[in-house]
Structure formats: structure tokens, C-alpha cells
């Protein structure tokens, strides 16, 4: 069974997520923006072998602390798309713009495209692009849990903003409407801040994307 547990982390209160296979406690950690021993912490309270880390962006709040927890435990950086590589680069700048610890740029293991699936133990997750907020921002999907991570592409009464380099408020709109949507009214999202909500909640009441 697929399981998560969402972990606040930096001044930003970024929600990052432990995701895990119960039948196996293969875990994968989705944005570590840092805090890294509290997400370490965690992880050892459920049990769980961190063998993974999965990128929605790479804004400091959501990879700040991959680089360094990729390193030091030798787990593979799995996201975002390419579209992101400007600003994995500027990781260290980010960090020190926004008083950060020092950051590490990286190159991810892999890089992800719409399409694609990840997998922890025996959990498979759908990855679509879902560019605006960042042009390499990409969500994940369980079908079967009816749950998505969406980093900063929609929120709870609120979506994300594009007023960063190479964001586009076009471009945010249409990756709601066709990628999440379709997902269903009854999936739950994980955004990257603020409480859960459902795509069906916000396509009645969001101020910026009710009744798309």
C-alpha cells in the first residue's frame, strides 16, 4: 500500500514528503528543501530505507537540500525536467539571496518528462509536466491512492506564481486545466505549502481556476 507523511521544512514552511511502499518501507523523499536531519529523523521514526529523491522544481524551499543529501547517503535525484537545469545551477545564488544554508548544485540522476513513472518498492507513480510556476516543474501521481504531489503549481485557494524567471501565468492555467483536472475531483493534492485539498474543491471554489 502507498503511504506518505508530509514534513514542514525552512523558514518557507516547504512540504516535503516521505513517500513509501508499506509492504517494503522503500521510501523516496519528494522536495527536501532542507531540515535535512528532522527528514531524517522521520524516516527512521517510520522505519522506512530512503533509497530516493524526487524533485518537483528546483526552487531552493523544494531542492535546497537534495544536492547535500544525495552526496552524503548516495541516493539518486530522480526530477525535475529539464526545463529546470537554470535553476538548479543558481542553487547556490538562491540560497544565499534567500539566507539559505549553502546549497549544492547537482545534475539529477535522471531528468523526468511528461509520461514518465517513478517507483518505489512495488508503488508506481505518474509523472506529468506541468510547466508555468517553473518550465520544468513536473507532479506526481497514484492513481490508485488518488493522491498527486503538485509542488507549487496549485494550492489551497491559490496557485502558484510566475512572476520568477521563465514563469508563465498562461502556461500555469492550461497545465491545471489539462493535467490536473483530468486526474479526477476526487483526488486529494499535497501542495508544495499550505494544507491538502481535491481538484474538485478547487475547480468550484479556486478564485483563480473555479469553473475552468
Known sequence: MFRYHTVPVTPFAQNATLVWDDATLQAAVIDPGGDLDRLLAEAQRLGLQLEQIWLTHAHIDHAGGAGELARTLGLPIVGPHPGDQFWIDALPEQSRMFGFP???????????????????????????????????????????????????????????RTDFPQGNHAQLIDSIVTRLWPMGDDTVFIPGHGPESSFGRERRSNPYVGGT
Not at 514518465?116 to 512495488?122: A, F, L, N, P
Not at 510556476?133 to 501521481?141: L, N, S, Y
Open 102 to 160: 549553502a546549497a549544492e548544485a547537482f545534475t539529477p540522476t535522471r531528468w523526468l518528462a511528461d509520461g514518465d513513472m517513478v517507483q518505489i518498492g512495488g508503488c508506481t507513480l505518474q509523472v506529468r509536466h506541468c510547466p508555468g510556476h517553473t518550465p520544468g516543474h513536473v507532479v506526481f501521481h497514484s492513481p490508485q491512492a488518488q493522491r498527486a504531489f503538485v509542488g507549487d503549481v496549485l494550492f489551497a485557494g491559490s496557485i502558484g
